[in-house]
């Protein structure tokens, strides 16, 4: 039986045709309210992006959101994770100082925002799952606690992952800094020496002291390297790459398996909202913001994070690249009418998230996709 994935397209029809109430709609058609009862904690996991990043979800939807969940009688909050990099929201009062200037206030969102694993990033529960790789899942305190959750995600490009869609968000997402750890365990990155110019932003964006400058080169130390792959997206001169073997395929089934966990511990209470806008190579982690791949495509909502991950790849990839923002770019080209996370990322697949999450349970990949007007 396939899942249902709801879809409101972006762009007005008429002038009294505003996204934000067809979000509303989108709310109340996917049913979000079911999962919500009187005087419930609702966590809306939310990301506020990094500093110097403009392509985040803005807290203008996450409004409407919250003002819904009050509507159905919740208790709404928003939530995330802090960084294994340095960044700006590697502890909670980093993180919440970087959340306000990005316009996450009280004022603005009409919600207090909580950093789910607390000021340093040590404040898990675990949930034990006994999959293939992960045992016992660290799962953040305030995603363990809520009585249900609300998860908004941006679609997008991934250094990792290659696709950044709901189940990144759950699976790293309301995992706490050991449990992030856990997850990039083994996948060290690939440094080509011959591209380097030795500029050391990957040195200042390591939280581990696994980079160096040698002889005007950045040299990795995989003793001390978690693979988080934030050096990565650092490097503006493409020295730096993934290695695509078993350790980056494994990595990928680990946060599957998280957010596998995730979804065990709030059952029938958690709900999906994809926005498929601003869709760039790589995700909001970024100090900057890259040209967007595609046209703005709208909002999914689904009850199976499979079903509306692979419902956002097949719109994402059926759409039309935006010529003037990829033709100068170092893309593989030749996937740009079939793939766009291929073509951005060649040595990726997203498909791993899909496949290995239906595999183990986490949902299913065939869906009906629901216009909401």
């Known amino acids: 039986m396939k899942s249902e994935v709801y879809l409101t397209k972006f762009g007005a029809e008429n002038m009294d045709d505003s996204i934000l109430d067809r979000l509303v709609k989108l709310f109340d058609k996917v049913g979000a309210g079911g999962i919500i009862k009187e005087n419930d904690m ?20 996450y409004r409407v959101l919250v003002d819904r969940i009050k509507i159905c009688g919740g208790k709404p909050f928003l939530t995330d994770t802090n960084t294994l990099y340095v960044g700006e929201r590697n502890n909670a009062v980093k993180h919440l100082n970087l959340a306000m200037r990005h316009g996450f206030s009280f004022s603005t969102v009409d919600a207090p925002i909580i950093i789910a694993d607390g000021l340093t990033g040590m404040d898990f529960v675990e949930e034990e799952i006994n999959l293939q790789h992960i045992k016992k899942a660290k799962i953040a305190s305030a995603f363990y606690w809520a009585n249900s959750i609300i998860v908004v995600t941006h679609c997008k490009g991934h250094m990792l992952t290659a696709m950044g869609g709901a189940i990144k968000n759950i699976g790293m997402g309301c995992a706490p800094r050991p449990g992030k750890q856990e997850q990039h365990s083994g996948s060290a990155p690939n440094f080509k020496s011959k591209y380097c110019v030795g500029c050391g932003e990957c040195v200042l964006w390591c939280n581990f002291d696994a980079i160096k400058i040698v002889n005007g080169k950045a040299i990795n130390d995989p003793s001390k390297c978690i693979g988080c792959g934030e050096c990565i997206a650092s490097c503006r001169y493409s020295a730096i790459d993934t290695f695509w073997d078993s350790d ?9 398996e998280y957010a596998y966990a995730v979804m065990k511990i709030k059952k029938q209470k958690i709900v999906f909202f994809n926005f498929l806008i601003n869709i760039t190579p790589e ?30 790849a097949d719109l994402i990839n059926s759409s039309a690249v935006i010529n003037e923002n990829v033709k100068d770019k170092n893309y593989d080209l ?40």
């Open 283 to 312: 995700c909001d982690c970024m100090p900057s913001t890259d040209k967007y791949l595609v046209p703005d495509i709208g909002i999914l909502a689904s009850f199976d994070p499979v079903a509306i991950d692979h419902a956002s």
């Open 334 to 373: 030749k996937y740009s009418k079939e793939d766009k996370f291929k073509m951005v990322h060649s040595n990726l697949d997203w498909k791993i998230q899909i496949e290995y999450g239906e595999k183990i349970g986490l949902g299913n990949k065939d869906y009906e996709l629901i216009e909401v007007k």
């Open 42 to 61: 609702v966590a809306i996991k939310a990301h506020f992006g990094e500093l110097g990043n403009i392509s985040f979800i803005s807290p203008i939807f």
């Open 248 to 256: 980056i395929r494994i990595m990928n089934e680990k946060m599957v």
